[in-house]
C-alpha cells in the first residue's frame, strides 16, 4: 500500500518536471513552471526518504546533515550571487550535479570491483558512462565558471593543437571503457581509478581551447550532459524519476545548444574546436590603420537624444560588467517623457548567454514590449533616429556582413548602421571577444563616447537633466 | 553482442521510457523565446539535480559502519543538494524580476 502510494509520488514528481518545463517556456507561467518543478523535486526526494527499503539501515542522520549543509550552501549562493555572475553560478552548480553523479558511479564501481556487488555488461557500460559523463561535465564546468569569472584566461590553458590533444583523451576514454568492459571485474578497482582520472582531465581540457565568449553553448552542453549522467544514475538504481530527470535535461541543453550555436551561424563542432580561441584566427581584411574614430561630447550626445524621435539602445556584456541597467532605464525614462520613442535591441548572444541582457534590464524594470529581436530591430533601424551601443562590439560589426575573411563573418548582426546616427559608448578601441576590430566605429554615422558605461550613462542622465 | 540483446530484454519498459522521454524533451522545450532561454537553462540545470535522489538510495542501504559510503554518499547529498535547491532559487530570482513588468 505504502510502496504503491510512493511510486505514485514519483509519478506524479516526473509529471511536474514536464509539465514545470513547458511552463517555464512561457513569460507569463514561466514562475509557477519553476515552483512547480521544485515541488516535484520536493516530493521525490521525501518519497525517497520513506520509500520501504527491506532491511535497510536507513542511516537517515547522514542523509539529513548533508541535505541540511547542501540546502543552506545552495539557497545562500542563490540569493548572494549577482544577477551579472548569473551564467557562472549556474556553471558551477552543473559541476556539482556531475560530480554527484561521479561519486555515485564510483561507489558502484568499488563495490562491484570488490566483488560485493555484481554488474552484467549492460549494466557496467551504464555505471562507466555515468562515471565519465559526470566527470566530464563536472571538471569543464569548473574551467567554464574560471573562464567566465576571469579567474582563468583563455591563453593561459590553451596549447597548440588543442583540438589534436582531445581527440586522442576521446579515443582514449572510448578505448579504456572497451577495455574495462571486456575485462569485467577481473581487472580490479584501479580501472574506475584510472577512468576517473582520464575524463576528470579530459573535461578541463575539452573546455580549454574553447573561447571566453563561446561559454555560453559550452555550459548549455554540459548541462546536458549532467542530465544524462543523471539519466545514467537513475538506469543503475533503476529508478525512473532520475531518468525522467535526467533525459528532460539533456533534451533541452541539447536543444538550447542547437538554438545559440544558431544565433552565432556557427556549428557546434566549429564551436567546440575553438573558433575564437586564444589561437588568434588569420587576420581579418577590415584591419585597421591610420583610421580615425570620431568622438561626441557628452553634452552634444544628450542635446541629440533629447531632442530625437526615437532611440535605440543596443545592450551588450559592457552594460552587464558595467552594473548599468538601472543606469539606461533612467535615461530611458527622461527621453521617454520628452516623447522620444525608447526601445531596445537584443541580440541573441548579447550579454553571455541567451537571455541574459533580458533578465538583466527586467531586473530594472524595463518592460517586454520595449525589448526588440534581432530581426524586429534590423527592420526598425532605417527608422531609427539614433542607435546607442553600450558595451557591445561584435555584435554589432559589419565585418559579419561584408568581409569574408573575419572570423565572425556570417554571424548575424544588428545593423545599427542602417540608422540615422549611431553613438557608441565603449571603454576604449579595444576588440570585443572576437579579439577583431570593427568597422563601424569609423562609420560616418557613427561617433564615440569612451568610459565606463555607467559612468558615461550617469553623465549623459545629468546632461539630459540640466537641459 | 549477446550481453546487449539480453541487457534490452531485461530493460525492456525502461527503455521505453527513455526513448519517450527524449523525444518529449524535445517536444517540450523547442518553443521557448530567447528572452528565457537563461532562466530555463537554470530551471532545467536544477533538475538535473534529481541525481541526489541516488545519493539518497545508497545511503539508506549502507551498512552503518560503511564509513567510507557513507562519506562519499553524504558527499553527493550535499553537491546534488546544493544543485537542487541552489539551481531553483537561482531560477526563482531571475523570474521574480520578470513578474515585474508593468
Known amino acids: 500500500m505504502l510502496t504503491s502510494f510512493l511510486n505514485l509520488s514519483y509519478l506524479l514528481g516526473a509529471l511536474t518536471f514536464v509539465i514545470g518545463l513547458r511552463r517555464l517556456s512561457s513569460p507569463d507561467t514561466a514562475r509557477r513552471g519553476n515552483g512547480l518543478a521544485a515541488l516535484g523535486m520536493g516530493i521525490a526526494i521525501i518519497a525517497t526518504m520513506v520509500y520501504p527499503f527491506t532491511d535497510a539501515p536507513n542511516n537517515y ?50 563495490s562491484f570491483y570488490a566483488g560485493e556487488r555484481s554488474l552484467d555488461t549492460g549494466a557496467l557500460f551504464i555505471v562507466l558512462l555515468a562515471l565519465l559523463i559526470g566527470a566530464v561535465s563536472f571538471t569543464g564546468s569548473l574551467l567554464a565558471f574560471g573562464k567566465l569569472q576571469g579567474l582563468v584566461k583563455d591563453k593561459h590553458v590553451y596549447l597548440p593543437g588543442h583540438q589534436w590533444i582531445n581527440i586522442f583523451f576521446l579515443i582514449a576514454t572510448i578505448g579504456l571503457v572497451t577495455f574495462l568492459l571486456v575485462q569485467g571485474s577481473s581487472i580490479g578497482s584501479i580501472g574506475a581509478i584510472v577512468l576517473m582520472i582520464l575524463t576528470l582531465v579530459y573535461g578541463f581540457s575539452f573546455v580549454a581551447p574553447i573561447g571566453g565568449a563561446d561559454m555560453p553553448v559550452v555550459i548549455s552542453l554540459l548541462n546536458s550532459f549532467t542530465g544524462l549522467s543523471a539519466a545514467a544514475a537513475g538506469l543503475i538504481y533503476g529508478n525512473q524519476i532520475m531518468l525522467v530527470g535526467g533525459i528532460l535535461v539533456g533534451a533541452s541543453g541539447t536543444i538550447l545548444t542547437v538554438l545559440m550555436c544558431q544565433a552565432m551561424n556557427r556549428s557546434l563542432l566549429n564551436v567546440l574546436i575553438g573558433g575564437f580561441g586564444g589561437g588568434g584566427g588569420a587576420p581579418s581584411k577590415g584591419a585597421v590603420g591610420d583610421q580615425v574614430a570620431k568622438e561626441v561630447t557628452r553634452n552634444d550626445a544628450a542635446i541629440q537624444l533629447f531632442y530625437s524621435n526615437s532611440v535605440m539602445f543596443v545592450p551588450g556584456y559592457g552594460l552587464a560588467v558595467a552594473q548599468a541597467q538601472k543606469a539606461i532605464k533612467e535615461l530611458d525614462d527622461l527621453l521617454s517623457a520628452n516623447g522620444v520613442e525608447v526601445r531596445y535591441a537584443i541580440h541573441p548572444v548579447a550579454g553571455r548567454m541567451p537571455g541574459h541582457m533580458n533578465v538583466l534590464l527586467a531586473e530594472a524594470d524595463v518592460p517586454y514590449a520595449q525589448l526588440l529581436d534581432l530581426d524586429e530591430a534590423n527592420d526598425l533601424f532605417a527608422n531609427t533616429d539614433i542607435v546607442v551601443v553600450v558595451g557591445a562590439n561584435d555584435v554589432v560589426n559589419p565585418a559579419a556582413l561584408d568581409d569574408p575573411g573575419s572570423p565572425i563573418y556570417g554571424m548575424p548582426v544588428l545593423q545599427v548602421w542602417e540608422a540615422k546616427n549611431v553613438i557608441v559608448l565603449k571603454r576604449s578601441m579595444s576588440t570585443g571577444y572576437a579579439g577583431i576590430q570593427n568597422q563601424l566605429f569609423f562609420h560616418d554615422k557613427n561617433r564615440m563616447l569612451f568610459g565606463d558605461a555607467k559612468k558615461s550613462l550617469q553623465a549623459l542622465i545629468g546632461e539630459v537633466k540640466s537641459l | ?34 528572452v528565457l532561454h537563461t532562466p530555463l537553462m537554470s530551471g532545467a540545470n536544477a533538475i538535473s539535480g534529481v541525481v541526489i535522489i541516488g545519493a539518497i538510495i545508497l545511503i539508506r542501504q549502507a551498512a552503518p559502519d560503511d564509513y567510507w559510503t557513507l562519506g562519499l554518499g553524504t558527499l553527493g547529498v550535499v553537491l546534488g543538494m546544493t544543485n537542487v535547491v541552489g539551481g531553483f532559487a537561482v531560477t526563482d530570482r531571475m523570474l521574480e524580476m520578470f513578474k515585474k513588468k508593468k
Open chain 1, 61 to 110: 542522520l547522514w542523509i539529513v546533515v548533508g541535505m541540511l549543509l547542501g540546502g543552506a550552501i545552495g539557497w545562500w549562493s542563490a540569493q548572494k550571487v549577482q544577477m551579472t555572475a548569473m551564467p557562472q553560478m549556474v556553471s558551477i552548480f552543473n559541476g556539482l550535479g556531475g560530480a554527484c553523479a561521479v561519486v555515485l558511479a564510483m561507489l558502484e564501481l568499488l
Open chain 2, 1 to 34: 553482442m549477446e550481453a546487449i540483446l539480453q541487457f534490452f530484454d531485461n530493460n525492456l519498459l525502461l527503455i521505453y521510457l527513455l526513448l519517450f522521454t527524449i523525444i518529449l524533451g524535445f517536444e517540450v522545450i523547442s518553443k521557448v523565446p530567447s
